[in-house]
Nanobody, 116 residues
Framework: VQLVESGGGLVQPGGSLRLSCAAS????????MGWHRQAPGKQREFVAT???????SYADSVKGRSTLSRDNAKNTIYLQMNSLKTEDTAVYYC???????????WGQGTQVTVSS
């Protein structure tokens, strides 16, 4: 499975951004897709996932401010992030979730910077 992210950039606090991740390859090997992020000097952390059936899960840090959706026809997921905070600044990585629940593949990452 190959994952290609897009949509990162610079945004002011309180602004919005939408990240996209397109998957290709052996998609039958995965049950879902999602996002992790890694801020400078910190460990990579879970952000959100969505399964084939459309069930979503969010980290508390983004819950209520973010919406993860999918377009099955395009094999693409979208992370809409609103009310962005400076602490949301990080490299965001798209992930593929295997049927066993492990994160089997990673994208190259896209930078999100929240700053005035």
């Amino acid at each position: 499975v190959q994952l290609v992210e897009s949509g990162g950039g610079l945004v002011q606090p309180g602004g919005s951004l939408r990240l996209s991740c397109a998957a290709s390859g052996s998609l039958g090997s995965i049950n879902g897709m999602g996002w992790h992020r890694q801020a400078p000097g910190k460990q990579r952390e879970f952000v959100a996932t969505i399964t084939r059936s459309g069930s979503t899960s969010y980290a508390d840090s983004v819950k209520g401010r973010s919406t993860l959706s999918r377009d099955n026809a395009k094999n693409t997921i979208y992370l809409q992030m609103n009310s962005l905070k400076t602490e949301d600044t990080a490299v965001y990585y798209c992930t593929a979730v295997s049927w066993s629940g492990s994160y089997s593949e990673w994208g190259q990452g896209t930078q999100v910077t929240v700053s005035s």
